[in-house]
């Protein structure tokens, strides 16, 4: 799949919008339709509508897509979890089950600090993102009309589940109210698989729209706070379609190319430094990412071939 530096520049932008959310947290801000999943749901698609991609590109490689997610994901991961581990958590069980990819599955398998802000809260993405690199592969065998049919289930899901949590006492959402809920998420790898095959939102105007209703009603109260994730699917879908030209400059691919390291490890910075901890968590995720993918990075920054997207 060709290299598309809006996608990268919107990647970038999708970290720094979970670190900047994370940043005001930090000092106890917290503003209406800033919330710092809505970066996560731009992940989300980014994911399906890539990697599907890559196996449609290379369909009988599975050995090579396994592998790939393998080194990109795995050593910046576990060094995350041990660095959650020493540092603010020190459970053994919840280091286990994290470095396995499913504390998010078991009930109490998450690290925590017990505070209202966790620095450790980015990792259960990862281990949302791991499932869902195994369901791909199958997805990708589907023809054209069960991949549509596949997207819109699971948008539906997204939005059954959005109705459900919030009728669901704590006993069973556990102390987030259901927001690491894996089934919560899943309409956004719908938006990128709908994307892929061919879907197009143009309505800017109504995607914002929805989005903005739906943040500010639940902020305000006047519905839950699940309809506020619904309410992103077009928003995230129109910015999949249709990434600004702004997203493609260099600055934004760099940051982009580096995103995954900053969205791991600014959490623990800011919580050390306040918002300054998030160049901090940049330059430290620079140094990480570089030491591993030097020669692709820089060739992605200043190529001056440009794709479509």
Not at 233 to 260: F, Q
Not at 284 to 290: C, D, I, K, R, T
Request: aromatic share 12%.
């Amino acid at each position: 799949m060709t290299f598309a530096p809006r996608l990268s520049g919107l990647r970038g932008a999708a970290s720094l919008w979970v670190g900047g959310y994370h940043a005001l947290a930090s000092v106890g801000v917290f503003l209406p339709l800033v919330a710092g999943w809505t970066g996560v749901a731009v992940f989300f698609a980014l994911s399906a509508y890539l990697l599907l991609g890559r196996l449609d590109a290379k369909p009988h490689d599975l050995r090579r897509y396994f592998v790939r997610r393998v080194v990109r994901i795995w050593p910046l991961y576990m060094a995350t979890c041990l660095l959650v581990w020493l540092t603010v958590d020190g459970s053994v069980r919840h280091l286990v089950l994290n470095l396995a990819f499913v504390g998010i599955w078991v009930p109490n398998g998450q690290f925590t600090t017990g505070t209202t802000w966790d620095p450790s809260f980015v990792l259960w993405t990862l281990q949302v993102e791991e499932a869902a690199y195994l369901c791909l592969p199958f997805i990708a065998r589907l023809p054209h009309v069960w991949r549509v049919r596949t997207g819109l289930a699971l948008l539906g899901t997204t939005a059954g589940v959005s109705v459900a949590l919030p009728l669901l006492p704590m006993a069973l959402t556990g102390p987030s109210g259901g927001y690491t809920a894996p089934w919560l998420w899943v309409g956004f790898y719908g938006v990128g698989l709908l994307v892929y095959e061919g879907w197009r939102p143009s309505n800017a105007p109504f995607a914002l729209g929805v989005f903005v209703v739906g943040g500010l009603a639940s902020a305000s109260l006047w519905a839950p706070w699940t309809v506020a994730v619904v309410a992103a699917l077009p928003l995230v879908g129109y910015l999949l379609a249709h990434p600004p030209r702004l997203l493609g400059s260099r600055p934004m691919v760099y940051v982009g190319e580096t995103s995954y390291g900053l969205y791991l490890v600014h959490a623990l910075w800011v919580q050390a430094l306040g918002p300054l901890g998030l160049l901090g968590g940049e330059a430290m995720a620079s140094g990480m990412e570089l030491s591993t993918r030097r020669r692709e990075i820089l060739r992605r920054v200043f190529s001056r071939r440009r794709s479509r997207s």
